[in-house]
Antibody, heavy 126, light 111 residues
Framework: QVQVVESGGGVVQPGTSLRLSCAAS????????MHWVRQAPGKGLEWVAG????????DYADSGKGRFTISRDNSKNTLFLQMNSLSSEDTAVYYC????????????????????WGRGTSVTVS | QSVLTQPPSVSGAPGQRVTISCTGS?????????VHWYQQFPGTAPKLLIH???NRPSGVPDRFSGSKSATSASLAISGLQAEDEADYYC???????????FGGGTKVTVL
């Protein structure tokens, strides 16, 4: 069963840091790009960051540039999001999502759409 | 304000056809990037509904269809059913922002 499961959310104070994790199973994690998408309470979806299958390429939304770092450990099938200098505007449910494109060569670029989503982990900055 | 613009809500009676528009610009849809659609029920994760403008993943009813033109795209739901009541989001890539962008979402209400 293909799935991703997020963890690491919680209630934190403004200005502090938090590290989210996403455990993947049921697919060859090392062959797919991955993304973080968030949703503030009562609001729409916001793409946060994406990383290529081999970590060679990372992109960030303007809201997280300089504060958020996306990374992955292919040996542990795990995706991470390090979030620093958190503010109330970062309060949201954070979803981990699998990119749809299978990659095996270095020139392969993520498709930038997500075919598998986790249930999300809640982050409250207050 | 979202980079992709969707109407906040649409509604229709059971059996009717509704469409949701998604308007972008020359740096995303107009640049040739594909549009994807997601369905989300309250309290649950989004689900991929349409990818690459017109393609339905396995298991998605053929009542759902997508189209794209110039700087916009549309999602159509034919034969509207009560179970289609949900939020729908369009998504594409933006080369100015160098990342993915979503529409603000559209709430579909079945009357």
């Amino acid at each position: 069963q293909v799935q991703v499961v997020e963890s690491g959310g919680g209630v934190v104070q403004p200005g502090t840091s938090l590290r989210l994790s996403c455990a993947a199973s049921g697919f060859t994690f090392s062959n797919y790009g991955m993304h973080w998408v968030r949703q503030a309470p009562g609001k729409g979806l916001e793409w946060v960051a994406g990383i290529s299958f081999d970590r060679s390429h990372k992109d960030y939304a303007d809201s997280g540039k300089g504060r958020f770092t996306i990374s992955r450990d292919n040996s542990k099938n795990t995706l991470f999001l390090q979030m620093n200098s958190l503010s109330s505007e970062d309060t949201a449910v954070y979803y981990c999502a699998k990119d749809s494109r299978y990659c095996s060569i270095s020139s392969c670029y993520p498709a930038y759409y997500m075919d598998v989503w986790g249930r999300g982990t809640s982050v409250t900055v207050s | 304000q979202s980079v992709l613009t969707q109407p906040p809500s649409v509604s229709g009676a059971p059996g009717q056809r509704v469409t949701i528009s998604c308007t972008g610009s020359s740096s995303n849809i107009g640049a040739g990037y594909d549009v994807h659609w997601y369905q989300q029920f309250p309290g649950t994760a989004p689900k991929l509904l349409i990818h690459n403008n017109i393609n339905r993943p396995s298991g998605v009813p053929d009542r759902f269809s997508g189209s794209k033109s110039a700087t916009s795209a549309s999602l159509a739901i034919s034969g509207l059913q009560a179970e289609d009541e949900a939020d729908y989001y369009c998504q594409s890539y933006d080369n100015t922002l160098s990342g993915s962008v979503f529409g603000g979402g559209t709430k579909v209400t079945v009357l």
